[in-house]
């Protein structure tokens, strides 16, 4: 069974640029996850989508982070513009359902220069 | 809001030593209790769980209680083997009538170095 997959794995972008990370969750799983994890940091919960809808964002700033998910599949986080602070690795996740186990995919490490 | 405190790192031990690495937790009801581990170049996977008090959950060795009446999770495992290195996250995950849930809310890590 093909995990979870992340893509680009590393990127490297100037403060004020925009930046976009793709994810494309296991076969089946409705519940996708998008994590930001600061280097010395546990992750942190950005959104979590049942299908193609928002459960949670309440930790997305909205101001300059977006994601979505269309047709309850793949999902795109952008970040415009970016930040030095945004530096970090973000991780999808997916699930069966909401209460299943969550399987991480490898992440993508950014860094804002 | 929920928030989960783990021990600092890094842990360094000797093979075959007993490992504790304490977990702590704060939440507003019952959550479901995780330890998540990451070896070195690899993704984050859970290691084990446990979704009520009193619940033990074991894998590969290691072994976690649900403590209500000290909100703790402490993460233990008798006899540690160097491929045992890695960094180790207490997470837990609210859920709620009707099927739903949160999303995890994760402590610092742990990174856990074990000497042959």
């Known amino acids: 069974e093909a995990g979870v997959a992340q893509s680009p794995r590393y990127k490297i972008i100037e403060k004020r640029q925009s930046v976009a990370f793709w994810c494309n969750p296991i076969s089946g799983h409705a519940t996708l996850y998008w994590y930001q994890q600061i280097l010395g940091q546990g992750p942190k919960l950005l959104i979590q989508f049942q299908n193609n809808g928002v459960v949670d964002d309440s930790q997305l700033p909205k101001d300059r982070f977006s994601a979505e998910r269309l047709k309850g599949v793949d999902s795109t986080l952008k970040i415009q513009p970016a930040k030095l602070e945004d530096s970090a690795v973000y991780l999808c996740?997916?699930?069966?359902?909401?209460?299943?186990?969550?399987?991480f995919g490898p992440g993508t490490r950014l860094t804002v220069t | 809001g929920n928030s989960v405190t783990q021990m600092e790192g890094p842990v360094t031990l000797s093979e075959e030593a007993f490992l504790t690495i304490n977990c702590t937790y704060t939440a507003t009801g019952y959550p479901s209790l995780f330890w998540y581990v990451q070896y070195p170049g690899e993704g984050l996977q859970l290691l084990l769980k446990a979704t009520k008090a009193d619940d033990k959950g074991s894998n590969k060795g290691f072994e976690a209680t649900y403590r209500k009446e000290t909100t703790s999770f402490h993460l233990e495992k008798g006899s540690v083997q160097v491929s045992d290195s890695a960094v180790y996250f207490c997470a837990l995950s609210e859920e709620y009538s009707g099927g739903g849930a949160d999303g995890l809310t994760f402590g610092k890590g742990t990174h856990l170095i074990i000497q042959p």
């Open positions: 996740a997916s699930s069966l359902d909401l209460r299943a186990e969550q399987y």
